[in-house]
Nanobody
Framework: QTQLVESGGGSVQAGGSLRLSCAAS????????MGWFRQAPGKEREGVAA??????RYVDSVKGRFTISQDKAKNTLYLQMNSLKAEDTAMYYC????????????????????WGQGTQVTVSS
């Protein structure tokens, strides 16, 4: 069973930066896809950034500000968030699944079957 634990959330002023981490443990397939999702109060969960076998995808609203990366040796996924805006405020979740995903599917919540508990990001303007 794969387990995901997020960390790195917090409160920051607009324009600031945060780096989220997602530590994965348990069984891991040789090929897997991972991503970051977020959910603001009263809104649906949306894909923010994801990667699969060297392919990455970002939601338009974070392009140029957020960077997703991974350290396979540490089984850790990161999300570097710069130039944060008030509209980035949300609970951020890490997700994973075995196997590759196409670029078109990377940000679809239904494609992932492992989820972390989330870490809160609050950006004040």
């Amino acid at each position: 069973q794969t387990q995901l634990v997020e960390s790195g959330g917090g409160s920051v002023q607009a324009g600031g930066s945060l780096r989220l981490s997602c530590a994965a443990s348990g069984y891991f397939y040789s090929t897997y896809s991972m991503g970051w999702f977020r959910q603001a109060p009263g809104k649906e969960r949306e894909g923010v950034a994801a990667l699969s076998d060297g392919v990455t995808r970002y939601v338009d609203s974070v392009k140029g500000r957020f960077t997703i990366s991974q350290d396979k040796a540490k089984n850790t996924l990161y999300l570097q968030m710069n130039s944060l805006k008030a509209e980035d405020t949300a609970m951020y979740y890490c997700a994973a699944r075995s196997g590759r995903l196409s670029w078109w599917s990377l940000l679809l919540t239904g494609q992932y079957n492992y989820w972390g508990q989330g870490t809160q990001v609050t950006v004040s303007s």
